[in-house]
């Protein structure tokens, strides 16, 4: 099964994993968090995800979840991937679409899994006026008494 490593900023990563675990009903297995917190060196930060790459490999790949395309996190993840063969990284990955990859991770590659996520997410996200123009009868907001 492919590991996840979820990364990023201000409890991303520990967030996510809590909201992945409330919508399934358990802890995903095989998922790890890597925080980058204010004052953590880059150099902490890659030897943090580097163990976390070790921790969630079970010999069939890993994807890496980030928040921020470019961002310290992204690079890092980015670094390891140059390094390890069945590696990939993700950015801008929706719950929704996390919510839905993650029982799949038994039968992706993690480059099926990169290129599905954002698939997913693509067509996850929208917003009400989209809603609306989609299903004009819905009241999508008034509650009625």
Avoid at 8 to 33: D, I, M, N, W, Y
Avoid at 65 to 77: H, M
Wanted: proline share 4%.
């Amino acid at each position: 099964m492919l590991g996840i490593v979820l990364t990023g900023h201000g409890g991303f990563a520990s967030g996510t994993l809590k909201a992945l675990a409330h919508l399934s009903g358990r802890k995903p297995e095989q998922c790890v968090v890597v925080e980058y917190d204010e004052g953590l060196s880059t150099n902490m930060l890659s030897r943090m995800m580097c163990d976390a790459l070790h921790n969630a490999d079970s010999g069939e790949g890993v994807v890496f979840i980030a928040d921020v395309l470019g961002a310290p996190p992204f690079r890092t993840a980015a670094l390891m991937c140059h390094k390890h063969p069945q590696c990939e990284v993700v950015s801008g990955v929706s719950l929704e679409a996390l919510a839905k990859l993650l029982p799949l991770r038994a039968t992706l590659s993690a480059a099926t899994f990169r290129d599905t996520a954002l698939a997913y997410t693509q067509d996850s996200v929208s917003s009400l006026w989209h809603e609306q123009q989609k299903q004009p009868g819905i009241d999508w907001g008034n509650e009625t008494a």
